[in-house]
């Protein structure tokens, strides 16, 4: 069945239902991924008109590794709604990305293969990797002592070759878990459209002065050797030491601080305080010289120092922490950087330090890492009586880089930015109009909200978006070179849009050839790549084709929705709204729906880094796709949900619902014999059967609600309630007069009128419930009916009103309490459900008591009350009778 099926009419025909002998959950994903795939059921018609669209910016998951249970989680809800809106008449746009570029590739390559990236080695023909999987020929895991250096050309085909891999892995277990993506739909981060689209934005970014060129202080992982953006920290305890240090006065007094780096002691500039603290009052404008170095300068008042912290005032270096360079930048005070971006003290002494002691001093310092650096510094002051008092140990708070083990420095350098609202932006509030966004959109659930508003409100700088990596989207530029070699960093040489993607390190710009490349007179390419977030910021735009598919993109932008989890409002949430509004002056999409984490059974998010991640495909062949998704919906957006392997509960009631909804239907499809199951709202007549259908019929408004509001989980609550009381109850009232078997006495209307609402019922429920168990509803609708039920019409109420009448679903309810009595008494006294009553009464609320005779032939019929069957008013659901035993 194709996508253009999808007004197939509620009363479309039915056939005489052919049910297996046997059925299972087991092989239908295979079977039914199969069949969708051959027939096109989740592709995308993009010649409907827009207002018949519902396009989602699929998530594209980062290709390093393979998914995880939290995956299978957000990524099911995503997949509910697709399936809803579908059904709705929808044309649903559902693609996947694949985000493949930036660190986490690399070092994924890294370790797979045995290799290193050195950008100064040739390229190599056919070059093949020393290592595979991660171990060497020895079986033992790959150190970086193995890692071969080859070319960067060598690295990114590697990274290409690796995550071409990975990326049918993660293809094959969303096919299982049964997503409805259109897999013609896909595209790369790392791929040409995505290179093309996101240097296109950057030089229109910078044409319009969005984008910039900085030498600034900016945090700096060592290890990696690649700039930090703020987005990317994260803040932990790392173990230090408070030292007391003294500063001489003129005077011959001294001024104490204390400091949790002494090795930034050579590179400090002023000392601050608080201007209210009036310790110090009398030293504003003066100046004190720096211990062992002998560096005169300045002591001075900020509003930020803090005067209940340690001796209340501190020293200022470039750069040890965020806030120093709020000083520095604030106060207007001089760079004496001395730690360089390998994360050792400059090998040159600063031309600041002028007294020979000084330089003696940093002579010793040359080279080393801040490790080693702190502990010389530490003997220094020891040694010169500076040192006060022994170092007291302490935990300080540290930023790190999200993947990195080793504190952040602030290195000062030349990077990228992109305006975002963290500075002032000349001629515009752009802080303002990013809030403004943030109300425009709508969150759900809405107090998600306010993470984005905190978030834009809390910045206190630009987009970083340089990174000096490898595998990534080049910042598509180059500079001239002077006469003395030097670049010109302030015209670069830019390509128009249609000579777009290119990569500057291995292509020259017009005007030049290859042989010009870093000789005077010539040019060089910027050697830096854009931050990942700066390209999968850009995913609608990559995926609706701008630029280069006009008709595609009026159909699909802006999005409908964006589904991501909670931890990435701050990053790609936010730098998405912000590319859209900067480019097209809008919000990339109305809805964002935003899923909780999975957490271990000690609570702690799952993840990759904390090792406590659990691989889904184990559980999805264990338990069946439909089981799993099941657990995975009964999380509501937003909502954090606990998981334990060992303990799967949610699971294992999934895998019996989807269970019951093949045995259950097959029961109910075995009642019309040869004749084709009936859907004739005309012949239902009788009170219960009435009920039931009005009852279905709050049911498919409740459920609608919800999913339109995308609450998936009451949906699923109530639809899942529903059906249980339509097995356990109904099904068992009606079952007998279902059959209507020839001497029964029970009259052929009240036949048809309990196969038609059967028929009815099972149509609307296994719809309801086709979102959340695709393969189970799938297969019990092949059995009966032609086509997709993914490509079916979402069931409305109407219908089933019309059909009802006067129905009340009290009578439902009441029906079934009154069917739990009856069993009960047989229960307690421990014979089979099978055994008779010569006479029963049901004791019920007066209510009920005045609507149970409408179901009186039915209620007989079940529990075999073969005499007398009479209702008592009472205060709750009871009964009692003489049950006929045998002897």
């Known amino acids: 069945m194709t996508s253009t099926d999808s007004h197939q009419p509620d009363a479309a025909p039915t056939r005489r239902a052919q049910v297996p002998d046997k059925v299972s959950l087991e092989g239908l994903e295979q079977r039914w991924g199969q069949r969708w795939s051959e027939q096109g059921t989740y592709a995308f018609d993009r010649t409907r008109p827009r207002e018949d669209v519902f396009s989602i910016d699929t998530p594209p998951p980062t290709v390093s590794g393979s998914l995880h249970i939290g995956h299978v989680f957000s990524y099911t809800h995503t997949d509910v709604v697709a399936r809803f809106q579908r059904m709705r008449g929808r044309e649903v746009f559902y693609p996947m990305g694949w985000d493949d570029n930036g660190l986490p590739t690399e070092r994924r390559v890294q370790n797979y293969y045995g290799v290193r990236c050195d950008p100064s080695l040739p390229y190599v023909e056919n070059f093949e990797p020393p290592f595979t999987g991660g171990v060497t020929e020895t079986g033992k895991a790959i150190k970086p002592a193995d890692q071969v250096p080859i070319s960067r050309r060598n690295f990114i085909e590697l990274c290409e070759r690796l995550t071409a891999e990975d990326e049918q892995q993660f293809e094959a277990l969303w096919r299982h878990l049964g997503l409805s993506v259109d897999w013609s739909q896909t595209y790369q981060t790392i791929g040409p459209r995505a290179q093309k689209v996101a240097q296109v934005a950057f030089l229109r970014n910078l044409a319009r002065g969005e984008a910039y060129q900085a030498d600034a202080p900016g945090l700096w992982d060592v290890t990696f050797q690649t ?24 005077d011959g007094g001294h001024v104490v601080i204390e400091t949790t780096r002494p090795e930034l002691l050579p590179a400090c500039v002023a000392l601050i305080a608080h201007p209210d603290d009036e310790r110090y009052q009398p030293l504003f404008g003066t100046t004190v010289t720096t211990p062992v170095f002998g560096v005169e300068v300045p002591v001075l008042a900020h509003p930020d120092a803090e005067m209940d912290k340690g001796s209340g005032i501190a020293m200022c270096c470039t750069f040890g922490d965020l806030t120093d360079v709020t000083w520095w930048r604030e106060l207007d005070l001089p760079t004496r950087s001395v730690v360089g971006r390998d994360g050792r003290l400059l090998a040159e002494t600063p031309e600041w330090i002028t007294s020979e002691t000084g330089r003696t001093a940093y002579a010793e310092l040359a080279g080393k890492t801040t490790f080693s650096a702190r502990a010389a510094v530490v003997d220094a002051l020891r040694a010169s009586g500076d040192l006060l008092a022994d170092p007291k140990p302490t935990q300080r708070k540290a930023n790190f880089y999200e993947k990195g083990d080793k504190p952040l420095e602030i290195v000062t350098s030349r990077q990228w930015y992109i305006r975002n609202g963290g500075r002032e932006a000349p001629g515009r509030n752009l802080r303002g109009e990013l809030l403004a966004r943030g109300e425009e959109l709508q969150f759900h659930p809405d107090f998600m909200r306010v993470r984005y508003a905190n978030w834009v409100n809390g910045l206190n700088g630009d987009w970083l978006i340089s990174r000096q990596r490898f595998f990534g989207v080049p910042i598509p530029l180059w500079y001239r070179l002077d006469a003395d070699g030097e670049p010109d960093y302030d015209d670069p040489i830019q390509p128009t ?55 595609l993109f009026s159909r699909l932008f802006p999005f409908d929705v964006r589904p991501q989890g909670q931890d990435i409002i701050r990053t790609w949430l936010f730098s998405t709204v912000l590319r859209s509004h900067l480019e097209h002056g809008s919000l990339p999409w109305a809805h964002a729906a935003i899923s909780g984490w999975i957490l271990d059974p000690d609570r702690k998010k799952m993840s990759k880094s904390k090792g406590n991640v659990i691989t ?35 699971m294992k009631i999934g895998r019996r619902l989807a269970i019951k909804v093949l045995n259950a239907s097959k029961f109910a499809l075995s009642f019309g014999g040869d004749e084709p199951v009936s859907l004739d709202p005309a012949a239902v007549a009788e009170p219960i059967d009435k009920a039931v259908l009005a009852a279905l019929a709050d049911v498919v408004d409740e459920a609608t609600e919800a999913l339109e509001g995308y609450d998936h989980t009451r949906a699923l609550e109530v639809t899942e309630t529903f059906f249980w009381t339509l097995c356990d109850d109904y099904l068992e009232l009606v079952k007998d007069r279902a059959y209507g078997r020839d001497g029964s006495g029970i009259a052929p209307a009240a036949v048809a009128s309990a196969r038609a609402t059967l028929g009815i019922a099972l149509d609307v429920v296994l719809r309801l419930l086709a979102p959340v168990l695709p393969f189970a509803t799938e297969e019990v609708w092949s059995w009966w009916r032609e086509g997709s039920i993914h490509r079916a019409p979402w069931p409305t109420s109407a219908p089933l009103r019309e059909a009802a009448g006067d129905g009340d679903p009290a009578l439902l309810s009441a029906a079934g309490a009154a069917l739990a ?22 004791h019920a609320p007066e209510a009920d008591v005045a609507l149970l005779p409408a179901v009186l032939d039915d209620l007989r019929a079940v529990s075999g009350v073969d005499g007398e069957l009479t209702f008592v008013a009472g205060a709750e659901h009871r009964a009692e009778g003489e049950l006929v035993l045998e002897s």
């Open 227 to 250: 700039a930090v953006a703020q987005a990317e920290l994260e803040a932990r305890d790392y173990p230090g030491h408070f030292h007391e240090l003294a500063f001489h006065k003129p």
């Open 497 to 551: 849009e249609d000579e777009l993607p290119i990569d500057p390190s291995s292509q020259a710009p017009a005007g030049y050839t290859e042989d010009q490349r870093g000789v005077p007179g010539g040019f060089i390419g910027d050697a830096d790549i854009m931050d990942t977030w700066a390209t999968s910021s850009l995913t609608p735009q990559i995926v609706s084709g701008w630029l280069d598919d006009e008709d």
């Open 616 to 650: 889904p495909m184990d559980l999805l062949e264990q338990h069946s796709s439909d089981a799993v998704r099941y657990w995975a919906a009964s999380a509501r957006l937003g909502t954090d949900a606990a998981f334990d392997p060992q303990q799967p509960t949610q």
């Open 821 to 842: 009595a009856l069993r009960k008494v047989k229960s307690e006294a421990k014979v089979s459900q099978k055994t008779r009553f010569a006479d029963a009464v049901v």
